[in-house]
């Protein structure tokens, strides 16, 4: 998701975790927000002046629930160039669908019309975009307040996942992690999943329309049971991220209130996804540590009502050229220590590549070279045609123009003057600056900081070689660019990389053309290794241009041959072939791929080691949606000394908002000497926050020196188990409705078999001490109650095994304990009872590797006078580093209460009207309010009924 609209220097002075995240903006208490609407949703004019009406209330809420700390200022709304113009709509042809903070599109398959905030990261970390669908916005059924509430609080709830990265409160149907309910202090009470304890409802069983009974076994309630809140009868003052409907819910919970107000008291009991990402922390607490809201202070505003403009993306077009890319300088080093180890030439064959591959029709570019000064090499100009790029690749400087000093801030400068002396501002305008060494001639970077920020250019770094200039990754990431690492390997492919990743960036045009990375290699061709046969697959999703592209080594003489999967064989002599004879670049070129197994043979023909990288590119097919994947890093910096948990490492593999499950993904971390190896999962287990939502991920861990390191990203599906789901189990991260979200059947099909690659950010090492232990095993957030026997008064516990540094390799021991009160447990982890050795049945304590299943069966304690118990683990290391305390489980050998709905006074009613008596009234309501509210239900059920069309 590219930024190339709207980044200021507000916005990365506050969002500093990771590339490609959100445009939000802040300044003096306000936010500015982009919305955006996609080209396929139908004109409406209601589409706009109800996105006003949602925002305006929205504003209001927010300003409400964060203690006068923040509203909303501004609203941008994008208009797709597929409506009509309206006169009054200014036109705008630098924003992008993708750039928004809220997207107005179709349905997500698995979310349906409910709102929805893409939330991948980990607690405090900000979400991707919020998705509303036009249903929603439009209110197509009348019935988005009686589901939802009003929907300016719908959009604060989705806001904080967004920007302040809390998660929801609520329990989901069907989930082991996260159940519907817990057993509380009590012993002898079923409480619903929430947030505050002053959360008072029913549980129901939807499906058969009847009592929630209890069960045996590991279930406290039926499968099918739901926690309903009482909506008119509740008087919680909290939780925003459980019910944002209830009317009394103005405040988000917070662990320790300093007003003394007990309604706004944290539930940390409660097994749902915000405790989980966010041990146990209210959802304030983690609120009022954000940048935004920390160090600052509350202010009154009457007027919180934003101000809105109407923007219209109207692409410009130079003559008959549509303007498909954004302005660019392109910042090159040919001080002295390029000519070393031919950087010169591999400089010069990336710019190339970005000059003829890369940069899309429209894209404004120039050229500034730096070494003891810096001068402009090629003027701005447009990219119109191919021979606009032949004719600024072949002025590119050549190893006669190296030589000199390095003045990586003259160049710096220079550049903004460029794109400054276009008659344009240089805000939205982007830097690619490469270098290799250490700045020394003045002014340095960290001295013309200021005038960076202030001409609000987004500068992409590439460090060429592990001795350029440390200043390369604050760069990057204070403006919001990418940071590349190029460690000059012959096995690196990390210049491909970086100049793929340019494009994304760059592209102003149809993002569901966008071009896609099928593959990428590097191989060394030795005399005991002449020949390398590479097999990939063109899936049915792609084809369009597809480019093989082989950049060789200076003196290479590379045979290379392309097998189609007619069988088909394309070489020099094919018109498809083209070669750069200076910079040693061979291509081949398909305007149209045929789908199947491609092979092409790499053969060494000269007596030299001959160095290749190969990258195979292809644009979807038309009107298809193509297989995506999106990668990111939690931040490109990691300091071992500092005690954090660990950088991590994402990818999103999907079919536009379908994820793609069960794939291969691994990460390649790389530098000289130095490589390792890392899987990503998506199984729910930290730092992955849910399971099967198509978004694998990882904690980068085992590296070995205070360095720079490149990645690469490999995604591959697995024959018989990649599946892609197009509707079922909804994921979390969307409002919960009055009457509890409900999804279609799981639906999976089979994926064809495909692959992609693509580059994260580079990552910098510091602290790192080979002599010392300086991580904590993982957290445990899967504790669960596998079986429970009240007659043998025995219990079984699973989870999911943490590892020695996280989640890699195998912990010393474990300490699971148990207590009568979850605070006492959570307190006084230590003077709890620690079930041992002599108290186990079956299974053992002793440590599996990491992600192993553990399970135990332990007798409970025989001498307490309690019948409720409460259960916690910590692991521990060879170092006696401990984890932090697991999530809880408890149990009780009482006869349990399961608040239920009172039954009609005189017959039962039938159907969903039942259920929905049973929500509006709640528990002991008055039959008076029970009277009025079966009109008030009769009314609700007749909207509901209403057949809805399928969001697949």
């Known amino acids: 998701m590219g930024v190339h609209g709207r980044i200021y220097w507000v916005v990365v002075l506050t969002l500093c975790i990771g590339a490609d995240v959100v445009a939000v903006t802040f300044e003096n208490n306000g936010y500015d927000l982009l919305v955006a609407i996609h080209r396929n949703v139908t004109q409406d004019p209601r589409m706009i002046t109800q996105l006003q009406s949602m925002f305006t209330s929205a504003s209001n809420y927010l300003y409400t629930t964060t203690r006068k700390y923040t509203y909303i200022r501004r609203v941008t709304i994008l208009v797709p160039d597929s409506w009509t113009k309206d006169p009054s709509w200014n036109d705008e042809g630098e924003i992008t669908f993708t750039d ?53 609080r719908v959009l604060v709830h989705e806001f904080a996942h967004l920007r302040f990265g809390v998660f929801d409160e609520y329990g989901i149907p069907g989930s082991r992690q996260h159940p519907v309910y817990y057993v509380d202090d009590t012993g002898t009470t079923v409480r619903g999943t929430a947030c505050s304890n002053d959360i008072t409802g029913d549980f129901v069983n939807e499906v058969k329309d009847s009592r929630c009974d209890p069960v045996d076994g590991k279930d406290v309630v039926n499968k099918d049971c739901k926690f309903l809140p009482n909506v008119f009868i509740n008087t919680a003052t909290s939780s925003v991220m459980y019910a944002q409907f209830l009317e009394k819910v103005i405040h988000f919970c917070e662990s320790d ?15 749902n996804r915000h405790n989980k990402m966010c041990n146990g922390r209210g959802t304030w607490d983690v609120i009022r540590e954000h940048t935004d809201i920390k160090g600052s202070n509350p202010v009154d505003i009457s007027d919180r009502a934003p101000q809105f ?101 003259l160049g710096l400068l220079k550049a903004i003057e460029m794109l400054n002396g276009t008659g344009k501002s240089t805000e939205n305008g982007r830097i690619f600056l490469v270098t290799d060494g250490v700045e020394n001639i003045r002014p340095y970077v960290n001295e013309i900081f200021s005038d960076i920020t202030r001409s609000k250019v987004v500068v992409h770094t590439m460090a060429y070689s592990d001795t350029a200039a440390k200043v390369l990754q604050r760069l990057s990431t204070v403006t919001g660019g990418q940071y590349s690492f190029f460690d000059e390997s012959s096995g690196s492919t990390a210049l491909a990389g970086a100049a793929e990743r340019l494009l994304k960036d760059l592209s102003l045009c149809d993002e569901d053309d966008d071009e896609i990375e099928i593959d990428r290699r590097a191989f060394v061709l030795t005399s005991t290794q002449t020949t390398v046969i590479r097999i990939l697959v063109i899936d049915s999703t792609v084809g369009n241009n597809t480019r093989f592209i082989f950049t060789l080594s200076k003196d290479a003489e590379t045979e290379i041959k392309i097998g189609d999967p007619s069988g088909v064989i394309y070489d020099s002599n094919s018109k498809e072939y083209s070669k750069d004879e200076t910079l040693n670049i061979k291509r081949f070129h398909f305007p149209l791929a045929k789908v199947g197994t491609w092979t092409y043979t790499v053969k060494r023909t000269s007596n030299t080691d001959e160095s290749i990288t190969a990258v195979v590119t292809s644009r979807p097919r038309v009107g298809i949606l193509p297989f995506k994947v999106e990668t990111w890093t939690s931040s490109k910096t990691y300091d071992y000394s500092g005690g954090r948990s ?138 669960d109650i596998d079986i429970q026997n009240i007659l043998n008064q025995t219990v079984t516990l699973t989870w999911t095994a943490p590892g020695d540094d996280l989640n890699i390799g195998k912990v010393a021991k474990y300490e699971l304990r148990v207590a009568v009160t979850f605070a006492s447990l959570r307190s006084n982890f230590t003077e709890a009872s620690m079930v041992k050795k002599e108290d ?13 299943q553990q399970m135990v069966t332990f007798r409970l304690p025989n001498n307490w ?88």
């Open 100 to 152: 928004a903070d809220v997207r107005v599109d179709s349905p997500h398959p698995l979310q349906g019309y409910t709102p929805y905030t893409f939330q991948p990261g980990q607690c405090g970390e900000p979400g991707r975009y919020i998705l509303l669908t036009p249903n929603f916005v439009l209110d197509k059924d009348n019935d988005r307040d009686i589901n939802y509430g009003d929907a300016g």
């Open 840 to 852: 186990l049945v079956t299974g053992s304590m002793s440590p599996l590797p990491a992600g192993s």
């Open 309 to 409: 403009s109407i923007v219209y993306r109207q692409r410009g077009a130079v003559g008959n050229t549509t303007i498909c890319g954004g302005r660019i300088v392109l910042v090159l080093d040919l001080s002295r220590s390029m000519i070393e180890n031919s950087r010169y030439f591999r400089l010069r064959q990336i710019a190339d590549r970005i000059i003829r591959d890369i940069l899309p029709v429209g894209t404004e570019v120039g050229i500034v070279v730096y070494s003891s000064s810096a001068r402009i090499w090629a003027n701005m100009r447009v990219i119109t045609s191919p021979a606009d790029r032949q004719m600024l690749a072949q002025s590119l400087p050549d190893k006669r123009h190296y030589g000199g000093a390095t003045a990586i801030g």
């Open 646 to 783: 660990g950088v991590v490492a994402y990818a999103y593999v999907h079919q536009g908002y379908a994820p793609i499950i069960n794939a291969s993904v691994e990460v390649e971390v790389s530098r000289p000497g130095d490589t390792l190896n890392v899987t990503l999962r998506d199984d729910g287990i930290l730092p992955d926050n849910t399971a099967n939502d198509g978004v694998y991920s990882n904690y980068l861990l085992g590296f070995k020196s205070n360095s720079r390191y490149s990645m690469e990203v490999r995604v591959e599906s697995v024959d018989g188990q990649t599946v892609i789901i197009k509707a079922g189990t909804a994921l979390p991260g969307r409002t919960l409705s009055v009457y509890q979200n409900t999804t279609p059947p799981v639906r999976y099909e089979r994926i064809e078999a495909f692959s992609r690659t693509a580059s994260p950010d580079a990552i910098d090492i510091s602290g790192y001490n080979s002599s010392v232990d300086q991580l904590d095993p993982g957290r445990v957030t899967d504790l």
């Open 865 to 952: 006078s309690s019948d409720f118990y409460v259960f916690g683990l910590k692991a521990f290391d060879e170092a006696n580093r401990q984890s932090e305390l697991s999530n809880l489980r408890s149990i009780t050998l009482q006869p349990l209460t399961i608040p239920q709905p009172n039954p009609a006074p005189d017959e039962p009613a039938s159907g969903h009207t039942n259920f929905l008596i049973w929500v509006g009234v709640g528990l002991g309501a008055a039959v008076v309010v029970a009277v009025a509210l079966i009109v008030i239900v009769i009314c609700i059920y007749t909207r509901k009924s209403k057949p809805k069309e399928s969001p697949i």
């Open 257 to 271: 209130p300093e007003s003394g107000r007990m309604d706004l008291i944290h539930n940390p009991n409660a097994p």
